[in-house]
């Protein structure tokens, strides 16, 4: 079946009032006794942000405490109820005004925020007949339903899951590789080390903790970022953290935070910092490699028996070939902004102890990311670390408890992504014509900008595929993508855009159809406690019914399955409900366990909340290509850690050659290119009280961190002086991308030149114009969208420079949390 605007628009008219206002907020399905309404019952989930109890009262969430085993619960459960109960909440279907008044053309003011509200059934008809109109007109290259981001937690109800399961049954599409948050770092380190890195478990902190000398914590915030998780972190992280501050204290262990910034970690530990100019590890990385290699303080049995390609790389260090200039500290320090001495004293320290190098991720999103991780290998390489206790290097000591130990139990899984056996798609044309079926992550707005254009990526050519309709389900692109203006003028290219999520974001705001999708806290489901300890399993209680008119993924998409033609409780759902599944995969859980854990049944576990697997055991990065390379080779071409990569040089690329150089930025401050017109270099972090841009829209949490309510710019003394700025100020950040407000905070953290905005900030711009202004204080508004080199193609968001002022006149109202302005037709 499908239907038309005017079919839709009559049908409009004859709807009842009833059937589109729905249930009123906080009207529960079940009678409920006496006794809970008086005192209330506790619930046990789990977040990103750690597990905990909740006390319900008279079906509202009245009380939030951390889970008893979390002994370092974070200060983000503080907003949880704010994520439930907040004005930003996706309360009904709605369908953008000027896409349903469309007589012809595409091109349309999308981004207005003009909404109309719609029944759930209009909604669904109305998505159903964008994607056959979309599949039988430009097939399956015209659709992108491939997304990475951070979904909410669960293993049933992954939104990413149950979308494209339901958009694979109906037909083919467009998907994304690849994601933003290490989208280099995981590219690169499959040709160095043989993986990816960035998600593989670490050396066990004890080991670290009982093993090393010196720890370099470059680029990193492990204390900032490991509050959260992928799935239900522990936090048992902080204890070694914990540790650490006191060998610090002793001296025991010597720790140097290397970071244009003084950082949250090195504040808890008290330790060391090594300020380097913004953008510029790999020149000083390349002198520190020089120091080594003539002062003869690197290992040479080390790389004679587990390395290959070590000599063309020296060559260069040494000026003997490509730009034929000595990487001396004397040429590295003009660069990074490090004395020379300081340089060799450097690099003395890192050969004189066990040292463990520890790299966090951001260093990896800016332009020719690859190359500091491919720097850190050589650099580890040299020092002969690798595959030791306390020593080598690791990329992920920051992630989900990632050095927690590990009792290697196995985790609940999940529901099937992909189509049953012997199932086929509604339209089951694969012939993408020509066009890429996969793109990576970071350039599908350069895709629709420019269908057809061939770029190259990790050894491929990928022509760019003419998406006309695109696909979003509990994810927020307009969030992580760089450069909004530059996203607004693609978007006119684009036909439908559809957005199933529970808060108005700002991909909400610049889609076509918007579907109410209930938040984590209103269904039931599980997940794995610890992401990579697998310390338990943990029960998702259901605390709340959906607030609304809001749906499970699962019943969004089977609602949808049902206009394919499909019998959606049999075909897509497998005959089972939400509690079925739910048990199943405990179930499941428990047979793959058996043996080794043993596990309650079902009616058990649900009734306690968690079940737990004991203690871990510790683990070696390496050890066992340390041990022996020949029996335990890398994942690599040869085996070997390679230092030079002969099929990466193989490739030709101009930007990522066959090893680590160092490449002049497009835009880079202290001096670097474009610095004369806009001098600040931006850093767009993590942030400290959110997950990116998920628990923004938590009115209590967010503002205990605003200024003036809006996001907060960390700023140098001396910079704010310099422009009439004080402490408290709005001030307007921009560039010739775009511009924003956000409020000044001044802080001797900062170094001159640098200017911190945390991403994650929602994107509230005054209008759909381009250049709007944003009203609240979206980095993603400034920051560049080019690839990092030819062989990732990931986000540079931290190649970025700006200028700011103190903002003039009365500045607009924030409107990025007021959700749609609903009209009526």
Sequence with gaps: MTINRRTFLKGMLSVSATAVIGPTLLVATDAQANSELLEGTWRTSGSHWGAFRARIVGGEVAEVVAFNHDKHPTEMLEGVKGLIYNPSRVRYPMVRLDWLKRTEGWNTTRGDNRFVRVTWDQALDLFYSELERVQKTYGPAGVLAGQTGWRQTGQFHSCTTHMQRAMAMHGFFVKKIGDYSTGAGQTIMPYVLGSTEVYAQQTSWQLVLDNAKQIVIWANDPVKNAQVGWQCPTHDVYGYFDQLKDKVEKGDIKVISVDPVVSKTQKFLGCEHQYINPQTDVPFMLALAHTLYTEDLYDKEFIKVYCLGFEPFIDYVMGKTKDKVEKTPEWA?????????RI????????????QLMFGWCVQRQQHGEQPYWMGAVLASMLGGIGLPGSGVSYAHHYSGIGEPATGAAGPGGFPRNLDPGMVPKHNNSDFKGYSSTIPVARWIEAIENPGKVINHNGNKVKLPPIKMVIVSGNNPWHHHQDHNRMKKAYHNIETAVTIDFAWTATCRFSDIVLPACTQFERNDIDLYGAYSATGVLAMHKLVDPLYQSRTDFEIFKGLTARFGLNKDKEYAQEMNEMQWVEKLYNECVTANKGNFEM?????FWKEGYVGFGKGSTFVRHALFREDPELNPLGTPSGFIEITSRKIGGFGYE??????????????????????????WLQSCHPDKRLHSQMCESPALRETYTVQGREPAYINPEDAKARGVKDGDLIRVFNDRGQLIAGAVVSDDYPPGVIRIQEGAWYGPTGSEIGAIDTYGDPNTVTLDVGTSELAQACSAYTCVVDYEKFKGEAPAVNAFSGPEIVTL
């Design 344 to 355: 060799r004293e450097f690099a003395r320290m890192l050969a004189s102890e066990r040292t």
């Design 600 to 604: 309650p049944d079902f009616e058990t």
């Design 333 to 341: 320090a003009k660069i990074c902004g490090v004395e020379p001495d």
């Design 655 to 680: 930007y990522c050659q066959e090893h680590p150089m160092w490449f002049e930025k497009a835009e880079r401050s202290h001096g670097g290119p474009g610095s004369e017109k806009f001098p600040m």
